[in-house]
């Protein structure tokens, strides 16, 4: 059975950096389209950052330059640095991995792909973010 686990989330000050992980059990994620996801209370899940199994990565105008998306394969890893957080990054933070192994390139995965069904992606229960003013 696959598991995946984000950890890293807490309460950091508006400027101040984060650095989520992801791993999962069950799955190799470098065999996998990956990539992180947030969502606020009464917003819809936005995909924030992901990477194509061929490596290449896309990440959404609400976080290009101030996030980093990576991936360690040998330790199977995904992690997501964060940077010059605003009040506006304060969201639960999930990680998710394509159920097959399509190599989709990361746009369509953060967005298309996962917006039509969750039944596409391995989830986790996510990790919380809270940034203050």
């Known amino acids: 059975q696959v598991q995946v686990v984000e950890s890293g989330g807490g309460l950091v000050q508006a400027g101040g950096s984060l650095r989520l992980s992801c791993t999962a059990s069950?799955?190799?994620?470098?065999?996998?389209?990956v990539g992180w996801f947030r969502q606020s209370p009464g917003k819809e899940r936005e995909g924030i950052s992901c990477?194509?199994?061929?490596?290449?990565?896309y990440y959404a105008d609400t976080v290009k330059g101030r996030f980093t998306l990576s991936r360690d394969n040998a330790k199977n890893m995904l992690y997501l640095q964060m940077n010059s957080l605003e009040p506006g990054d304060t969201a639960m933070y999930y990680c998710?991995?394509?159920?097959?192994?399509?190599?989709?390139?990361?746009?369509?995965?953060?967005?298309?792909?996962?917006?039509?069904?969750?039944?596409?992606?391995?989830w986790g229960q996510g990790t919380q973010v809270t940034v203050s003013s």
């Open positions: 069950g799955l190799t994620l470098g065999t996998r389209t």
């Open positions: 998710a991995a394509d159920r097959t192994g399509v190599n989709y390139v990361g746009s369509y995965y953060c967005t298309a792909r996962t917006r039509a069904t969750d039944e596409n992606s391995f």
């Open positions: 990477i194509s199994r061929a490596g290449t990565t």
